[in-house]
């Protein structure tokens, strides 16, 4: 994304309304997120984006015992790599199935994948078997992911959307507190395979949950594939093995890991803004900055995030278990600012609380790139990484629902695939990024740390720059 023009940021008085939806108008009202219209949607819907979670932090949990037990290290990486490639075009065929049938259909034959995949995987006794299980997982993921923001946009008020994205966000935290412990438990006294086969238990009732609802929506807007949708189909597959090697290009070392994410970052380059809104790239008005903003911040917090149990293992003596104490304080205050943002009055602009979460991160970032320095107290840079936490939850049920408001009608599916793969493409590439670096010499020292971490902070400000630019300077944005 360029910098910001200069140009005067514009509020909310001059933003345009979204058209009116004239079939299956999106509902108003004041109701909560558990009157008895939306009780059963809520908690399936909650239920379904926190077993999503669990899987994709418990699999990182099992993995090497699963690798050991069927003699499977040279797939280790396409064991991650793959699911996320197919992850990345369900997500595209999610939206444009969305736009074009309503949600109803992505969310079954998205669970149908992704139960597949985990019974598959649960099951196999060679390790191609529990990768190609793995693959058809992440495909079925990638359909309810944005199935269930299309859900959220056609079946909740307005007025409801940042309560239940903040209910989203807590549905991730809870999983990464608990997620990898539970996995670990499971691993020592089940056995490797009920990481999988335990999921669909509870994921085929969350969807049950789900379901009456849907009948409710979507009705009355079956129409044709949009145009350009073949077209969209193969720049994700192209997207997909790109992140796919970028993936596994960041597991390797010395030429292979160059030559990898060399040729991954400029498939990326190529394929990417074909899926993401038009004026992405030079920060747009409107969509295409809030886009960019998801991914700048995931990319920042992310990058900070595999640096600091390192840094703090390696440089201040904290046993692995105590450096990751540290972030659970990061996910604690994730959710403490998703719940904040969810229940606050709405803020004169659109631009207010993503300028504040990026600003929380951006400072809170710096702050933890103090404690590389052994006279700073642990202390501070457990605050600072609180900081950064509380700013991704003032952040990201922010630009969901700027998401959602700057979306036309039958645009949901697409516009909420774009904020999802711009989000999983700038980790996927930061996290690549930043492995290169720290194995790029013998043994990663405090100028690595310092320097991946001020690099995660200058994204984030970045995105302060820019987030003025959130606010639509004239209507029709659509994604290209």
Request: with cysteine; hydrophobic share 55%; charged share 10%.
């Given at each position: 994304?360029?910098a910001?023009?200069?140009?005067p940021?514009v509020t909310?008085t001059?933003a345009?309304a979204?058209?009116?939806?004239?079939?299956g108008?999106?509902p108003?009202?004041g109701a909560?997120l558990?009157?008895?219209?939306?009780r059963?949607?809520t908690?399936?819907?909650?239920a379904l984006?926190?077993?999503?979670a669990?899987?994709a932090?418990?699999?990182?949990t099992?993995m090497?015992?699963v690798?050991?037990s069927l003699?499977?290290?040279a797939?280790?990486?396409?064991?991650?790599g793959g699911p996320?490639?197919?992850?990345?075009?369900?997500?595209?065929a999610s939206g444009?199935w969305?736009?074009?049938?309503?949600?109803r259909?992505p969310?079954?034959?998205?669970?149908?994948w992704?139960v597949?995949g985990l019974l598959?995987?649960g099951?196999a006794t060679?390790?191609g078997v529990?990768?190609?299980?793995?693959?058809?997982q992440?495909?079925?993921?990638?359909l309810l992911?944005?199935a269930?923001?299309?859900?959220v946009?056609?079946a909740y008020?307005e007025?409801l959307?940042r309560?239940?994205?903040?209910?989203?966000?807590?549905?991730?935290?809870?999983?990464s507190l608990?997620g990898?412990?539970?996995?670990?438990l499971?691993v020592?006294h089940?056995?490797?395979?009920?990481?999988f086969?335990?999921?669909?238990?509870?994921?085929?009732?969350?969807v049950?949950?789900?379901h009456p609802?849907?009948?409710?929506?979507?009705?009355?807007?079956?129409t044709?594939?949009?145009s350009?949708a073949?077209?969209?189909?193969g720049?994700?597959?192209?997207?997909?093995?790109s992140?796919a090697?970028?993936h596994?290009?960041?597991?390797q070392r010395g030429?292979?890991?160059v030559?990898l994410?060399a040729?991954?970052?400029?498939?990326l380059?190529?394929?990417a803004p074909?899926?993401?809104p038009?004026?992405?790239?030079r920060?747009g008005?409107?969509l295409p900055?809030?886009?960019?903003l998801?991914?700048?911040a995931?990319?920042?917090?992310v990058g900070a995030?595999v640096?600091?149990p390192?840094?703090?293992?390696?440089e201040?003596?904290?046993?692995?278990?105590?450096a990751?104490?540290?972030?659970t304080t990061?996910?604690?205050a994730?959710?403490?600012?998703?719940?904040?943002q969810?229940?606050m009055r709405?803020?004169?602009?659109?631009?207010?609380l993503?300028r504040?979460?990026?600003?929380c991160?951006a400072a809170?970032?710096?702050v933890?790139t103090?404690a590389?320095?052994?006279a700073v107290?642990?202390?501070v840079?457990?605050?600072?990484?609180?900081g950064a936490?509380l700013?991704?939850?003032?952040l990201?049920p922010?630009l969901?629902?700027?998401?959602?408001?700057?979306?036309?009608p039958?645009?949901?599916?697409r516009?909420s695939?774009?904020?999802?793969?711009g989000d999983?493409l700038?980790?996927?590439?930061?996290?690549?990024l930043?492995?290169a670096?720290l194995?790029?010499?013998?043994?990663p020292g405090?100028a690595?740390?310092?320097?991946?971490l001020?690099?995660?902070?200058?994204?984030a400000?970045?995105?302060?720059?820019?987030?003025?630019?959130?606010?639509p300077g004239?209507?029709?944005v659509?994604?290209?």
């Amino acid at each position: 994304m360029a910098a910001a023009s200069g140009e005067p940021e514009v509020t909310d008085t001059a933003a345009p309304a979204a058209p009116e939806r004239e079939v299956g108008a999106r509902p108003t009202g004041g109701a909560g997120l558990f009157a008895p219209r939306l009780r059963a949607m809520t908690v399936g819907s909650v239920a379904l984006i926190s077993l999503l979670a669990f899987e994709a932090l418990a699999v990182g949990t099992a993995m090497p015992t699963v690798a050991r037990s069927l003699d499977g290290l040279a797939l280790y990486g396409i064991a991650f790599g793959g699911p996320f490639a197919a992850g990345v075009l369900a997500m595209v065929a999610s939206g444009i199935w969305c736009d074009s049938r309503g949600p109803r259909a992505p969310m079954w034959h998205g669970l149908v994948w992704f139960v597949l995949g985990l019974l598959l995987a649960g099951s196999a006794t060679t390790m191609g078997v529990l990768v190609a299980g793995r693959i058809v997982q992440g495909f079925g993921s990638g359909l309810l992911s944005v199935a269930l923001y299309v859900i959220v946009a056609q079946a909740y008020p307005e007025a409801l959307h940042r309560r239940i994205f903040a209910a989203f966000a807590a549905a991730w935290v809870v999983p990464s507190l608990v997620g990898p412990a539970l996995a670990g438990l499971i691993v020592e006294h089940l056995g490797w395979r009920w990481v999988f086969l335990a999921v669909p238990a509870v994921a085929v009732p969350a969807v049950l949950l789900i379901h009456p609802g849907l009948r409710a929506i979507g009705a009355g807007t079956v129409t044709g594939l949009p145009s350009g949708a073949a077209a969209r189909i193969g720049w994700a597959c192209g997207a997909g093995v790109s992140a796919a090697l970028l993936h596994i290009g960041g597991q390797q070392r010395g030429a292979a890991a160059v030559g990898l994410v060399a040729v991954a970052l400029a498939g990326l380059l190529v394929c990417a803004p074909r899926l993401l809104p038009a004026g992405f790239l030079r920060a747009g008005r409107g969509l295409p900055t809030v886009i960019g903003l998801r991914g700048l911040a995931s990319a920042a917090f992310v990058g900070a995030e595999v640096v600091i149990p390192l840094m703090l293992s390696r440089e201040r003596g904290l046993s692995p278990t105590v450096a990751g104490l540290v972030l659970t304080t990061g996910a604690l205050a994730w959710s403490a600012g998703s719940w904040a943002q969810g229940r606050m009055r709405a803020p004169r602009s659109r631009a207010t609380l993503p300028r504040a979460g990026l600003t929380c991160i951006a400072a809170g970032t710096a702050v933890v790139t103090l404690a590389v320095a052994p006279a700073v107290p642990v202390w501070v840079g457990v605050l600072g990484w609180a900081g950064a936490g509380l700013g991704m939850g003032l952040l990201y049920p922010s630009l969901s629902v700027l998401t959602l408001e700057l979306s036309a009608p039958g645009e949901e599916g697409r516009n909420s695939s774009s904020l999802q793969l711009g989000d999983s493409l700038f980790a996927a590439t930061v996290l690549a990024l930043t492995g290169a670096v720290l194995a790029a010499g013998a043994a990663p020292g405090p100028a690595s740390y310092a320097g991946t971490l001020a690099v995660a902070s200058g994204l984030a400000l970045l995105g302060v720059v820019l987030a003025g630019r959130v606010v639509p300077g004239a209507p029709g944005v659509r994604a290209g």
